[in-house]
Every structure is written in structure tokens, then in C-alpha cells.
């Protein structure tokens, strides 16, 4: 017996089939949403609160838990990434395979070997001290934007912008880290499984009329963005969280992400025309370089050393400025063909070089 017909055999038998329809309807509605949204709690049977008698006892159960899912010794052997999801880490590799072909081939890439083996392989030690479960392809995009983003399955994108920005490599590795640590918690196809869960919610909506539908359908407008958009936060505090780990277990000092994200915020404030669009949707606001302080100070332990900098970061920077400034007429680069006009005539021992001429009989 299906779900519905179950549930139409405790309804009245006075209302009509339309109704039982909405109600079954508005049922797995409600079931759906709830599992999208996480666990509930359960109302106690006598009548009073568990969330007040066991409230602390609670917290303190939750706040262990986290301190040892999040526990920077055991990267590799944590729980991230677990949870809902539609997706196989197969399936999700696929997606981002497919995801890729499309992107390159509507976008420039940095092919110098010397550029592209360095990035990778700041990105790849990062890799291995992360709880990846994908193997990552790194790969460098030829745009003047500060941004990185990774997608499904461990594609992953830097544009030389972000690389130009960077002060020193601990900078760039820490946003590397950060857009790694997304693909390790598979955020972007448990994103795609909680928008799938409410599009099976939704259609139930169809069968809904009058007063009731309305409220309904008017409710689930106002529910459903709200979720998602809570969900988006979580994945940035957690990124940013994991990220901080990752970059601190590959050797460098997490405080440098930190530091280039508020110097994002100025430059920002400073010229309005700044855009950093790898940061746009999820800016660093204070609040968060408050809580990343804080988890740097509460769960990363103090080391005497940390990688800053190195001279292959220096060396591939300024390969990589020479190369964009040769690319670039406006700015003194690649020589440009002109016309000679009248008043270079006669001036070859200057230095401007010959001149073709039609040949006269």
C-alpha cells in the first residue's frame, strides 16, 4: 500500500477526493522539507521540554562532538562530507568532468608549464592534507579576476589574478585550501540534493485550491529560499573552518588567509571599481574574520615555524607579471605596427628602422 493510500485511510470519509489529495500532499510536503532541513527534535510524551531539562547537557554532548569532528589531527579520518546526498562520489566526479569540458572551452588558460606545475603543486600538497576523497585536476585560468573555484569531483581553477594579488604563497594557499575544502564536504552536489528534495516537495503543490493551497504554497515561497540560503552559510563556515585546517596541516600559517581577505575588504572599500568575484557571493565579512581568529586560536595549536613564503612563489609572480604585461600593448608590451607618416621621411639613420617601398621602373 503506498504512502498516500495509507495516509487517506485515517482521513474522514466525508471530504472529497480533492482534498485527501492536498492533505496526503501537503504531508509529504511536510516530510520532505523536514529532511531537507536536517533532523527535528521530538516533543516529549508527558509534556515538558527536553530543549530546557537537558539543554546544557546537550550543548555540551553537540560541542564535543564538533571538536572532534573538526579535530585538525585526524584530517583523513573524519566524517566530512558525510550526509544526504543524491550524488555518488562516481556520479559526482562525472558532473565535474562534464562541468570542466564546457568551462575550457570558453576560457583562456595559462599553458606555461613553469607556472602551471608550481600552482598544482601548492594545490595538490594542500590536497593531501585535506579530506578530499577525489583526486584533484589543477589548472590556471588567464584572467585578471582574484578568484578560484573549484567544482564537482575536484576540478579546480585559479586565475592569475588571484596569484598577482597574493603577497606571499601562505595567501595563496589559504584561499586554495578554503575552495578545496569545499569540494572535501561535497558541498556543491549536497547543495544540489536538498534543491532536488524540495523540487519532489513542491509538486504535490499542484493538487492544492483555495484558502489552504494559497497559505501553503505562500508558506513554502517564504521556507524555502530561507533554507537554502542557511544552508549557504553553513558551507562558508564550514569552508572556511576546514580551510584553516588545511592550510595549516600543509605547513603554512592560517593567519595569512585571514589577512588577505581583509586586505580584499579594503582595497574594496577603497575603489569602489575592486571586484573580487571568488568572494562576491560569500563576502568576508567581520563576523567571519571574528570567528576565524577565534577557531585559529581555539583549535589550531601554535607552531614556532610556518611557511610564509617561498622563492618559487617570487620567481612564478614575476614570470607571470612579465608574461601578462607582454600580452598587453597599452601598458609598453608587445610592439604594435604604425603607419610612417611624412615626417619620418628621411630619418632612417634614426633608428626607425626600414620602410617597404613599391618599386618604379
Known amino acids: ?23 496526503a500532499a501537503f504531508l509529504i510536503f511536510s516530510c520532505a522539507v523536514a529532511f531537507a532541513q536536517g533532523p527535528i527534535g521530538v516533543a516529549d510524551p508527558l509534556g515538558n521540554n527536553p ?10 554532548a553537540k560541542a564535543k562532538k564538533l571538536a572532534g569532528k573538526y579535530d585538525v589531527s585526524r584530517i583523513g579520518e573524519r566524517e566530512i562530507g558525510k550526509g544526504v546526498n543524491f550524488y555518488s562520489l562516481e556520479k559526482e566526479q562525472a558532473l565535474g568532468h ?14 606555461d608549464p613553469v607556472v602551471t606545475e608550481y600552482v598544482n603543486r601548492v594545490g595538490q600538497d594542500i ?10 585536476i589543477i589548472k590556471v585560468v588567464d584572467d585578471d579576476e582574484i578568484n578560484a573555484f573549484a567544482l564537482p569531483g575536484g576540478y579546480f581553477y585559479v586565475d592569475s589574478g588571484l596569484i598577482l594579488a597574493a603577497e606571499n604563497e601562505a595567501e595563496l594557499a589559504g584561499v586554495m585550501a578554503h575552495e578545496i575544502a569545499h569540494v572535501a564536504a561535497r558541498h556543491a552536489t549536497k547543495n544540489a540534493t536538498r534543491a532536488q528534495i524540495w523540487n519532489m516537495a513542491s509538486l504535490p503543490l499542484i493538487f492544492f485550491g483555495g484558502p489552504a493551497g494559497y497559505a501553503v504554497r505562500q508558506a513554502a515561497g517564504i521556507a524555502v529560499p530561507m533554507s537554502f540560503l542557511k544552508f549557504s552559510r553553513d558551507a562558508e563556515k564550514e569552508a572556511d573552518l576546514l580551510g584553516l585546517e588545511y592550510e595549516y596541516a600543509a605547513g603554512y600559517d592560517p593567519q595569512s588567509l585571514v589577512q588577505f581577505f581583509e586586505k580584499l575588504n579594503v582595497k574594496e572599500k577603497e575603489h569602489h571599481s575592486f571586484i573580487a568575484k571568488a568572494f562576491a557571493t560569500h563576502p568576508m565579512t567581520g563576523d567571519r574574520i571574528k570567528a576565524a581568529q ?18 618559487d612563489f ?27 607618416g611624412p615626417e619620418d621621411e628621411g630619418n632612417h639613420s634614426e633608428g626607425n628602422g626600414p620602410i617597404l617601398r613599391k618599386r618604379t621602373n
Open 1 to 23: 500500500m503506498s504512502a498516500l493510500l495509507r495516509f487517506e485511510t485515517i482521513l474522514p470519509r466525508r471530504i472529497s477526493a480533492r482534498q485527501r489529495i492536498g492533505a
Open 51 to 60: 530543549g530546557l531539562t537537558r539543554n546544557k547537557a546537550d550543548s555540551t
Open 98 to 111: 562534464t562541468l570542466a569540458e564546457e568551462l575550457e572551452t570558453s576560457t583562456r588558460m595559462i599553458h
Open 127 to 136: 590536497v593531501r592534507n585535506s579530506d578530499a576523497q577525489v583526486p584533484f
Open 294 to 311: 577565534k577557531d585559529i586560536s581555539e583549535l589550531l595549536p601554535a607552531r614556532d615555524q610556518y611557511i610564509i613564503d617561498t622563492s
Open 314 to 340: 617570487e620567481t612564478i609572480k614575476a614570470r607571470l607579471a612579465n608574461d601578462m604585461h607582454l600580452r598587453r600593448p597599452e601598458e609598453g608590451g608587445r610592439p604594435v605596427l604604425r603607419k610612417r
